[in-house]
């Protein structure tokens, strides 16, 4: 006799965890499934069918639900439970700025400086790039996504620099998630290839100039889907694209 599937079936089934480190690993599960947006913004979250499926009791639940509540992820209000909280658009288009400042510092910093394992690294990272977009995964071109930017830091061994830019990604992840299309991959490729230019020419203000038009491009779709969507984003109703203040330059 076949069971009827459950509403959190899409996380990991029961004795999955292991001892000692559950509460950090149900964290991660619902983080994992928030950014991906197998939990929408806006969903429900029912903690007892969340401790059923992964077969753990209420405190790692409870406890994970509070650290994503401080990531801005979940909204928790009392007597009313939890839900997925949705995107604020004016989070989104700080978080952008904060990249955009930092990782134009970076290729600064990294130009004229790179050696052949970072050049090799980006060239099959770019041949990644293509293969998932070929075969329109979007799920794996996003990691591949994340990586080529990934790559500059780890070289420049920037690690509080990615660490700021690792805590604003996860908001980040959503909201591009939710903008990808064929076509946003293609241009996605395409503006990357142009930061890679710029690096293979050692020319800083190539690259420099390529990565913050890769970032105002994003900016300017999602604003737009925005626009479209505002059910979406916490401050969709009031919110307006303004020219005046985006691109930042």
């Known amino acids: 006799m076949k069971t009827e599937a459950g509403p959190y079936d899409f996380l ?3 004795g999955t965890f292991s001892r000692g480190s559950v509460t950090q690993d149900v964290t991660n599960t619902l ?5 991906t947006l197998a939990l929408p ?10 401790c059923s ?50 990782e134009s510092e970076a290729l600064r910093v990294l130009i004229g400086k790179h050696d052949d394992e970072v050049i090799a690294a980006l060239h099959a990272n770019m041949a990644a790039q293509r293969e998932a977009a070929g075969r329109d995964d979007a799920e794996a071109f996003h990691q591949i996504d ?18 700021i830019i690792d805590r604003a990604r996860s908001n980040l992840d959503r909201a ?8 946003r991959l293609a241009l996605t ?6 930061i890679f230019d710029g690096i293979l020419a050692a020319d800083a203000a190539q690259a420099i100039a390529a990565i913050r038009a890769h970032i105002d491009a994003v ?17 969709g109703a009031e919110f307006t694209p303004d020219t005046d203040d985006f691109p930042f330059g």
Do not use: C, N, W
Not at 41 to 50: N, Q
């Open 31 to 35: 983080r994992q499934a928030i950014v």
């Open 176 to 183: 591009r998630r939710l903008i990808i299309t064929p076509r």
């Open 53 to 102: 499926q992964l077969g753990v009791s209420r405190f790692p639940v409870s406890e994970a639900l509070a650290r994503l509540a401080e990531e801005g992820l979940v909204d928790i209000a009392p007597q009313r439970g939890s839900t997925v909280s949705l995107v604020r658009i004016a989070d989104v288009r700080e978080y952008m700025l904060i990249r955009k400042g930092l």
């Open 219 to 235: 900016m300017v779709e999602l604003f737009a889907f925005a626009a479209e969507r505002p059910g979406l984003f916490a401050d």
């Open 189 to 194: 490729i395409a503006e990357h290839q142009a």
């Open 12 to 14: 990991p089934a029961a």
């Open 41 to 50: 913004p806006g969903a429900s979250l029912d903690k007892s069918a969340i």
């Open 146 to 163: 994340v990586d080529f930017h990934d790559i500059i830091f780890r070289r420049m061994r920037l690690s509080k620099v990615k660490a």
